[in-house]
């Protein structure tokens, strides 16, 4: 990985019937964003929300959300990439994709280099409860982790509640990942989307960069932005309020570690990856999978 800027772009969507025309005026949007961001920060890397094409609760079934998505590559894709390819930037963003029959959705994040290509796509391993298809939602879930080899180090990409499942973010940087990316659509609490980002990052000693939305879905569902970047220790060196904005940082693996801060007088040269008891992950690697629940009630 080499040093560079990156941005999170938080953005609203329109709060009206999803249509072929709402779509197009939200990648508009979102790209007008992306634009004013490359120019004002000159980051190399940019990171809009989850499911910024149409928002995160289309009111409508799966069947017809199909109808209205297209597939990765497709015509949906080919602004994006434009304008990564215009602006010469690595340009993430999340949407639901088409999946191969009417009614499987997927929700999606996907990477474009600055050539324009797309480089990467992962679909949603963890999608939240209310979105899921098997409990009467509309995204049916990827089965994937997804890293991308860039020419600014090696990326991987989670989106919104997967970031709180160390799991996945554990094994994206076991595969390599620098830097996870999180567009997201967050339906918790600012402090939640904190922790959780914060965590994710020290738990694997990588950058993350978390693009969280703002405004309110076609469904009248309200978001809270909160953007950001934190470092591998753990550091929030960027953060957005709730309006419509972005937030920059330098991303810099000379000092990705050196500048954590002891809270005593023992040196702290710890590596989480390095420093994994394997036996004992090996030795109760059918735990890890056993299906289990929370011991408390929930509504």
Known sequence: MRAFNAAAVQVRPLAEPLTTQSIKANVEHALDYVERCAGDTGAELIVLPESVTTGFTPAMPAEELWDLVTDVPGGLAEP?????????????????????????????????????????????????????ASR??????????????????KIGMIICFDGDYPELSRITAVRGAEVILRPSALLRSADLWELTNRARAYDNHVFVVGANATGTDPAGVLYFGNSMIVTPIAEVVARAASHECWVSARLDPATALGSLTPGSSIGQGFDHL??????????????????AASPFPRD
């Open 136 to 153: 009467g939602g509309w995204v049916t879930p990827g089965d994937d982790v997804c890293v991308v080899d860039t020419a600014l180090g």
């Open 274 to 291: 390095a420093d994994r008891n394997l036996e004992l992950i090996r030795r109760h690697v059918d735990e890890l999978t056993r299906p």
């Open 80 to 132: 994006f990439q434009e304008t990564a390819r215009r602006l010469g930037v690595h340009l993430t963003w999340g949407t639901y994709e088409r999946g191969a029959e009417r009614g499987v959705v997927h929700n999606s994040a996907v990477l474009a280099g600055p050539d324009g290509e797309i480089a990467g796509v992962y679909r949603k391993t963890h999608p939240f409860c209310t979105e899921l």
